[in-house]
Structure formats: C-alpha cells, structure tokens
C-alpha cells in the first residue's frame, strides 16, 4: 500500500502538469462556455446593458444613427477591458454574441486559472475542476462582465505573482509583465486591482526567503504599481468620485449619500446566498455543495494522510503558501465586512469579496491529491453537473423570454424607443431579468432605447446632449407605471411593454394621444407611429 501511495504522489506532483490535467481542464473548458453559447437569451441581468454599450462603441449601420444619439467617454470609465474586446469582436459577430463570447470566455477560463496558481502556490491542479459552481456564481448573473473578468486576471496574476516572487533572475521582462498585469486588472475593475495590490505585500512578505531577501522581494511588488496609479489618475479625475455613479441623473446630489453598511448578521447571509442562490429552485445550489463536499474531502484526505499537514505541508515553500493563502482569506472575509455594502449609487460592495474569496478557499488543501484520477472523475462530474442545471435552467428562460425576434424585426432602424417593463421577474432566476431588455434593441436597430446605462457616470456610452432623451426620474425602470407618455410624445417613435398581461393602451398612455399598436408576440407589445418620423 506505501508503494501504491508513493506512485499517486509522484503522478499528480503540483510540479508536473500532466497531459490528463490538460485534457480535463479542456473539457472543463467546453462544458463551461456551452451554456451559454447555446442560447439566444441569457438570464444575466446587466448582460443586455452590456450588449447595447458595446453597439455604440463598435459602431454600425449608418442608419442606426448612433453618432446623432451617443458620444464616447473612454477616458471616464475603469472598465475599458472587457468593453473594448467586445467591441472589437462585435464588429465580426454583433454585440449580442461578442458579449456572449466574453462571458463564455471568461467562464471557460476559471479552470485554467485556478489550476495554474494552484500549481505555483504548491497545489495539486486538479482543484481547478472545482470552480465550475464559482464560474456560474451569482456576480455572472447580475451580469457583472467586468468584474468577473477582473477577478479571474487577478486569479492569474496572483499564481504568477506567487512563483516571480522568489525567482532567482529578476529582469526587465517580469516588470513589465506584471505592470501589464497590473493595467489589465484595473481595466476589468477597481476592486481586484484594490485587493490585488494588497496581495502583492503579502505575498512579498510572508514569501520564504532563502533565495531572495525580504527587501528585494517588497521591490519586485512595485511592479502593482501602474495599475495603481492608473487608478489614482482615475480617482482624481473621474465624475464618478464628484458626482457618484448616477450622477448624470441626479448631478452631485449623488454624492451627498452616505456609505451604508448592513448588520453583519445580514452580510454574513448574503455572502452565503452570493455564493449559490441565483435560482428559484435548488439546482445551483446543489451543485455549490457539491463544489464544497469535494474541498472538504480533499482537505480531510490530505490530514489523515500527511499527519495533519493539508494546509502547510513539509517544505518551507508550501508552508509559505500556506501562511500566504490563509492572510489573504481572512483579509477577503475582513473586508468583505469593512466595507460598504454602497456608496455613491454602487452596490454592491463588500459582497464582491466572496467572488474572490472562494477561489482561495479551493486551493487549501496542500500538496498532491491521493488517487488523482478519482479526482479528476470528481472534478469533471462536478463541471458536467454545473453545465446540465444552468443548460436546463437556460432552456426554459427562452420559453418565458418569448418572441422578442419578431418585435425586434417591426422596429426600423435608427428609432427611439421607449421600453416599459411591467413583468420584469423572471419565473427561473430569482432576479429581474427582463429589467434591462430595452437594450436588444440598440443592438439590432440602433437608435436609442430606454432605460440605458448611458446614464450612469461610470459608462463609456453617454448620451449626446442634442439628442438625449427627456430625463425620467431615478430608478424609474423600476417603476414603469409612472411613465408619463403626456410629457414624452414629441420625443418616442416606439413604445415596447412587456406584460405578462397586455396592459391596454389606456394605463402606458393614460388617455394622451395612444400609439397605434403594431405587433403582439407573447408577453410583449409594441405601439409605434405608422409612416416616417425625424
């Protein structure tokens, strides 16, 4: 039996990264990106928000019109990154499947990170194929592309961090890496680049030290320094910090909110429903308990076997590791209740920090996994589990979508139109995911459609002042019942209800001037002027 243990020691050593660790992050990779390549419409609630900026930023038709109703901002907006891949894939494949593409990206990619910085924090790779609940987590539902993308480079980095920081030769290359690192980071989001810096000490610090000195090693960490001060530059000359995020709504008023924080009793449960709860039914979350039974079993596994060691080990570099991984735990729980959970029309906050948390709570156990195969079977089951629910689950939300196709077909090109979203809830997620689908029309007609984040201060898509829209009030997408087509007529061509019960026309136009109605598709109603407009 000894001999037997030392066999499936020396075939999954962190060191090596063997061809079936490669071939299973692969596969990982496919289940991961299919969910959501296999279907028109996906149940992430800013994704639509995300689909109309990157129409404006990629351009189009010119009868959209979309110079007429947008200027571009880049210089004012910290998520650059993800907006500008998009845009530039947008231009080959339209917005709609350049941001499908980045998300599925992105999902894709979490494996692989993880299982890299595993292998350079002195883990066993294969908890790579442990993330797949993380990678479908609750951020990638809300839609947060930016984040998201961010927290996998800062994932990355980290596992390069981890190796550059004791290497022997130091060069001009690995500055320069890690700056780029560094500027990427930012450009996804500002909390990874925040927590990422703090990172950078850490490692430096609690790092071994028999190759090289604590002050040398403190050095190579100012290679976070770009990206830091890209955010200074940024801090200080953003509307986003004078004006808060709705500021373009609400002026400066914004900024007179205060930070608000939640009891930590309440924090304490939203990092758990943050984790896993993005369904009305348990799917997602059985396979999250999953993802945690196999973190369990692995660090019990590695206790029994090494006498207590799964979270050091015995070498002075996985003992390292170890400290490493448990001070940016605690400081990830620590701040995630610090900080505010909003501030400055932001939120939310303090909660982001699970999404960085668990992916350093998965590369605790130490060292390699006893029987590797069973743990690559494990991992690849979890991953399959996670593709069939969010599969299953994204089916059924193109049933309750319904045929927005043929609404987006009646409405011509270039227009402005106004979307009222009565049935905003979703019978599937458990967020408002029709919320935002004013925006599938500016990605297949142009033109402008409410309610937009040209809006907010921090988007890169801003509203030309000659063409803007009438202002509504704050929120008002949550509110479509207030809508006051009296005050708005001159300005809307079209006007798109999604009710689940066909409002009449009497309660969106509340008597003043009705447009005719020109199509219903399911839950959806379209009401437009016949004949040509300006």
Request: glycine residues 8%; hydrophobic residues 50%.
């Amino acid at each position: 039996m000894a001999r037997l243990d030392e066999q499936d020691s020396v075939r999954c050593t962190p060191a090596v990264w063997t061809s079936g660790v490669t071939r299973a992050l692969a596969i990982a990779s496919v289940l991961l990106a299919a969910p959501i390549l296999a279907f028109d419409y996906i149940p992430f609630l800013d994704l639509p928000q995300q689909v109309g900026a990157v129409a404006v930023l990629a351009g189009g038709d010119p009868s959209w019109r979309l110079h007429d109703y947008y200027d571009i901002e880049l210089l004012g907006s910290p998520y650059l990154l993800p907006y500008l891949v998009a845009a530039g894939l947008a231009k080959v494949v339209g917005a709609v499947v350049a941001v499908k593409l980045l998300f599925a990206a992105t999902a894709a990619a979490w494996p692989w990170a993880l299982a890299y910085t595993a292998k350079s924090f002195g883990r066993d790779p294969r908890v790579g194929l442990f993330i797949a609940p993380i990678a479908y987590g609750t951020f990638a539902f809300m839609g947060f592309l930016n984040f998201v993308v961010a927290v996998v480079l800062w994932l990355a980095w980290l596992g390069w961090w981890r190796k550059a920081v004791t290497a022997r030769d130091w060069t001009w290359r690995p500055w320069a890496f890690g700056g780029v690192l560094s500027v990427l980071v930012f450009y996804g989001h500002v909390m990874a680049l925040g927590f990422g810096a703090g990172c950078a000490v850490v490692v430096a610090v609690l790092a071994e030290g028999d190759v090289v000195g604590l002050k040398k090693r403190l050095v190579r960490a100012l290679h976070f320094v770009p990206g830091v001060a890209l955010f200074a530059v940024w801090a200080a000359l953003s509307p986003v910090v004078g004006e808060g995020d709705i500021g373009r709504m609400r002026g400066i008023d914004s900024v007179a909110t205060p930070a608000s924080w939640d009891p930590p009793l309440d924090t304490a449960r939203e990092l758990v429903e943050f984790s896993a709860s993005m369904y009305k039914d348990s799917g997602d979350e059985w396979v999250f308990a999953a993802m945690v039974a196999l973190l369990v079993a692995a660090m019990a596994t590695k206790k029994w076997r090494q006498d207590g060691r799964w979270w050091r080990g015995s070498d002075p570099s996985t003992r390292a590791s170890g400290g490493i991984l448990a001070a940016l735990q605690a400081s990830a729980v620590v701040l995630a209740f610090v900080l505010p959970e909003s501030y400055l029309g932001i939120w939310p906050i303090g909660t982001r920090m699970v999404l960085l948390l668990w992916p350093l709570l998965l590369l605790s156990p130490a060292g390699p996994l006893r029987r590797p195969q069973v743990w690559l079977a494990a991992g690849l089951a979890l991953t399959l589990a996670t593709s069939a629910v969010h599969a299953e689950h994204f089916d059924r939300f193109q049933d309750e979508v319904g045929d927005l196709d043929a609404v987006l077909q009646r409405i011509e090109p270039g227009r402005r139109t106004m979307t009222l979203v009565y049935d905003r809830d979703s019978t599937i997620v458990r967020w408002p995911a029709f919320m935002h689908f004013s925006q599938y029309v500016v990605a297949a007609k142009g033109g402008v459609a409410e309610f937009s984040f040209a809006n907010f201060t921090k988007s890169p898509v801003r509203y030309a002042e000659i063409n803007a829209p009438p202002t509504n009030p704050i929120r008002f997408e949550w509110t479509p019942h207030l809508f006051q087509w009296k005050e708005q007529d001159h300005y809307w061509d079209y006007v798109l209800v999604r009710d689940g019960g066909l409002p009449r026309p009497g309660n969106v136009f509340k008597g003043h001037k009705p447009l005719p109605e020109l199509l219903r598709a399911g839950p959806w109603v379209l009401y437009g002027r016949k004949g040509e407009t300006d």
